[in-house]
Antibody, heavy 124, light 107 residues
Framework: EVQLVESGGGLVQPGGSLRLSCAAS????????MNWVRQAPGKGLEWISY????????YYADSVKGRFTISRDNAKNLLYLQMNSLRAEDTAVYYC?????????????????WGQGALVTVSS | DIQLTQSPSFLSASVGDRVTITCRAS??????LAWYQQKPGKAPKLLIY???TLQSGVPSRFSGSGSGTGFTLTISSLQPEDFATYYC?????????FGQGTKLEIK
């Protein structure tokens, strides 16, 4: 069974840094694009970052651009999110999500597997 | 950025009811839309992709339709386990965006 397990969450002061990891197992991690999605307490889902298989293309939401960095280590089956200059509004559960691309009448993608989430709390 | 607007934001229904949730995109996205179900304290679960393709293992009472700017998610006969929050997501362009969610509650 495909598994994605996030770790590295916790309590951090405003302005601080944290690195989240997402450990992938039971699938060939290196051939899948990956994403980070977050959810503030009681709020909806917010996509925040995407990375291609070889990290040749990376995208960020405006809300985290310049502060967060996505990366991956295909040899270790790990996805990362380095979060710097954290703000109270970054408090959320952070999910990693596998992106699957399908080619048919149209080529499209979707997030077919998600981790259980890691809680990041930014507070003094 | 493409904005997605779901309606209604809250929906109260009974077991056995047929319910429909609407998702409208601020610009055309062809069929590049997915639907997810989320229960409290859990990760989202993929229900439908490409606007109308049912993900493997998802019950056939769930269906999706639409293209361009208007999409719907229909549950033909609500079951107790379907009470959850539902999100649409566009995968036409970056940033990927989600609708604000529709919370489906038991009447």
């Amino acid at each position: 069974e495909v598994q994605l397990v996030e770790s590295g969450g916790g309590l951090v002061q405003p302005g601080g840094s944290l690195r989240l990891s997402c450990a992938a197992s039971e699938f060939t991690f290196s051939i899948y694009e990956m994403n980070w999605v977050r959810q503030a307490p009681g709020k909806g889902l917010e996509w925040i970052s995407y990375i291609t298989t070889s990290d040749s293309t990376i995208y960020y939401a405006d809300s985290v651009k310049g502060r967060f960095t996505i990366s991956r280590d295909n040899a270790k089956n790990l996805l990362y999110l380095q979060m710097n200059s954290l703000r109270a509004e970054d408090t959320a559960v952070y999910y990693c999500a596998r992106e699957k691309r399908v080619r048919g009448l149209i080529t499209t993608t979707f997030f077919d597997y998600w981790g259980q989430g890691a809680l990041v709390t930014v507070s003094s | 950025d493409i904005q997605l607007t779901q309606s209604p934001s809250f929906l109260s229904a009974s077991v056995g009811d047929r319910v429909t949730i609407t998702c409208r995109a601020s610009q055309g996205i062809s069929s590049h839309l997915a639907w997810y179900q989320q229960k409290p304290g859990k990760a989202p679960k993929l229900l439908i992709y490409a606007a109308s393709t049912l993900q493997s293992g998802v019950p056939s009472r769930f269906s999706g339709s639409g293209s361009g700017t208007g999409f719907t998610l229909t549950i033909s006969s609500l079951q107790p386990e379907d009470f959850a929050t539902y999100y649409c997501q566009q995968v036409n362009s970056y940033p990927r965006t989600f609708g604000q969610g529709t919370k489906l509650e038991i009447k």
